[in-house]
């Protein structure tokens, strides 16, 4: 029997190919947006656009989000939040609301609309303390930016309301998951844009990061996708880490974008001094701007999900190599 599912953020990267996953798997699919007159482009590039309903959600206004959940869904997947650490830290209380406030509004919509609705809540590396080994559901908690404190507080919430009101509610702890439908705010998807850029125009100038000597999580968003379903698929509601389990640093991802598009990446220089060129032709390829450094910026975290593994049958498919190939391509037809 088909079963109904509502994304909330179903315009943005998770979401979409959440969305995609769901019909595949012949679900109902509809999702809230904050505007229905944008076009909601990652839909219209993965062909579904008009397979599924969307909501307009445009405030955080409990009465609305109460409405909807109140439509007799059988799952939601509650996505929608202030997801860059950078913007949490420019707008905390926005963070505040986007993240906690809103989450809490879908918690009680459920409990009081539909409690038999399975929920999930999409959580986030940054609610994990750095030990120097790969972190576990069991992990110490540690928040050093807004947006990781709200997104803690919203993992909490969610689970005061699992133990106390018996609902089946599951917190995804999310580590960095990218794709060729990623928005330039992170890293990733800025790195690839400015490189496409430079090997598309030879007078295109270089371009700004900060710390490159940070260290993520890397995984296609994709691979999540299929995750994220698969977790409201267990008898007994847990939370479960969504990782690769390898440790690639910003600069690892910038050298192996910069190699598949022909370029020789040669980093010279320290600290804030660092520049990358391109040894081939002596191009400047990158420079650092300390704007753009964090006022914290933890210790590399890679995940350990074993628990998704064994209990949900989840395992990661597309490796770093082939998301970088992915966005190149996607990037490269996006400038033709
Ligand atoms: O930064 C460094 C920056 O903004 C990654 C979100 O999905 O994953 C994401 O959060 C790293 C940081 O993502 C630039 O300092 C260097 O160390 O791409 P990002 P994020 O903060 O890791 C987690 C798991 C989430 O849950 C979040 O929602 O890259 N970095 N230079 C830079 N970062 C940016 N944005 N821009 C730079 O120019």
């Known amino acids: ?42 839909l219209v590039h993965l062909g579904i656009r008009e397979r599924v309903t969307l909501h307009e959600l445009n405030a955080i206004v409990p009465g609305r989000i109460a409405e909807i959940a109140a439509q007799g869904y059988d799952y939601i997947f509650h996505l929608a939040a202030e997801s860059s650490v950078a913007n949490s830290l420019k707008h905390p209380t926005d963070t505040v609301t986007a993240n906690v406030v809103q989450t809490t509004a879908w918690l009680e919509a459920v409990k009081n609309q539909s409690p038999d609705c399975r929920f999930f809540n999409a959580v986030t590396s940054e609610v994990l303390a750095a030990t120097g080994d790969p972190l576990d559901e069991d992990s110490r908690r540690s928040a050093t930016n807004p947006y990781a404190v709200t997104k803690l507080a919203s993992m909490n919430m969610a689970l005061v309301f699992r133990d106390s009101f018996d609902l089946y509610i599951v917190n995804g ?23 496409c850029l430079l090997a598309k125009e030879p007078s295109a100038p270089p371009f700004e990061l900060g710390n490159v000597l940070a260290e993520r999580d890397f995984s296609h968003a994709e691979d999540f996708a299929r995750g994220i379903a698969a977790s409201l ?18 600069k690892e991802f910038f050298d192996t974008a910069a190699t598949l598009l022909g370029f020789q990446p040669e980093w010279s220089g320290d600290g804030t001094d660092m520049v990358c060129q391109d040894s081939l032709t002596g191009r400047v390829l990158v420079t650092i701007n300390p704007a753009f450094y964090r006022p914290v910026d933890e210790p590399g975290k890679a995940g350990n999900a074993k628990r998704a593994c064994t209990h949900l049958n989840w395992e990661p498919n597309i490796a770093f190599e082939a998301l970088l190939r992915r966005m190149i391509t996607f990037q490269m037809s996006r400038l033709e």
């Open 173 to 195: 702890l999310l580590f960095n998951h990218e794709s060729e439908l990623r928005d330039t705010r992170f890293v990733t998807a800025k790195i690839i844009y400015n490189l």
């Open 1 to 42: 029997m088909p079963q109904k599912a509502l994304i909330t953020g179903i315009t943005g990267q998770t979401g979409s190919f959440l969305a995609q996953h769901l019909l595949q798997l012949g679900h109902e699919v509809h999702g809230t947006s904050r505007s229905l007159t944008n076009e909601p482009w990652r």
């Open 233 to 250: 698929q267990a008898e007994t509601p847990r939370d479960y880490i969504f990782a690769s389990g390898a440790l690639r640093t910003v």
